[in-house]
């Protein structure tokens, strides 16, 4: 089957470290895109990425980091400078820009 | 820039009644316009688009909505609501020309029965 797949479902952080989300898909779409979802306040972007080897800064990329090393891969890096960091993170792809976009199951990280 | 408005943040109906989620958005280009259903710790999932062709567009599960532009309006409706469409619904804009895809912040549709 098509999609995005996202890893781990559910993730748990100490402070201070770094956490790696994953985010995987097999649409060979060229857009990927990293949201982070809180209650009441819809989906922000975090990055996006048009191109392997190229990404963009979002509205709230503080304290985040991606790469897009290979066109089906697109992880999120949370770094210890994300003062807020607990939330529920959303990956997605578009074909193109404009074009809707196709969401992962979702990774909720937990600071503890 | 766009930027998109959903009038209300949570609606409650009854099983059977209709349902309408009110969005406004604003865009400097020729929009593209989605709504999409979120279920809890889920991801989101569409229920139809609005990209430039018919003006009243129909989606999954019986939702549909119209887009009119003197209006900046694109509201999602359903005849008879069903207990499994009780969600969070997300309006979004978008724009060919760019990668601003921008959400509103999201209404809550709860069904009675």
């Known amino acids: 089957d098509g999609g995005i797949t996202q890893s781990p479902k559910y993730l748990f952080r100490k402070e201070g470290q770094n956490v790696t989300l994953s985010c995987e898909q097999n649409?060979?779409?060229?857009?990927m895109y990293w949201y982070r979802q809180d209650p009441g306040q819809g989906l922000r972007l975090i990055y996006y990425s048009q191109i392997v080897n190229d990404f963009q800064k979002g509205d709230i990329a503080e304290g985040y980091s991606v790469s897009r090393e290979k066109k089906e891969s697109f992880p999120l890096t949370v770094t210890s400078a994300q003062k807020n960091p607990t939330a529920f993170y959303l990956c997605?792809?578009?074909?193109?820009?404009?074009?809707?976009?196709?969401f992962g199951q979702g990774t909720r990280l937990t600071v503890v | 820039a766009q930027s998109v408005t959903q009038l209300d943040s949570h609606v409650s109906v009854s099983e059977g009644t209709p349902v309408l989620l009110r969005c406004n958005y604003s865009?400097?280009?020729?929009?593209?316009l989605f709504w999409y259903v979120q279920h809890p710790n889920k991801g989101l999932q569409l229920l139809l688009k609005?990209?430039?062709?018919?003006?009243l567009v129909k989606g999954i599960n019986g939702f549909e909505a119209e887009f009119k532009k003197s209006e900046t309006s694109f509201h999602l409706t359903k005849p008879s609501a069903h207990m499994s469409d009780a969600a969070e619904y997300f309006c979004v804009v978008s724009a060919y020309n760019n990668n601003d895809m921008r959400f509103g912040a999201g209404t809550r549709l709860t069904v009675k029965p």
């Open positions: 865009s400097s280009y020729s929009p593209s």
């Open positions: 609005y990209t430039s062709a018919a003006t």
């Open positions: 997605a792809s578009s074909q193109d820009r404009g074009l809707e976009a196709f």
């Open positions: 649409l060979n779409h060229d857009a």
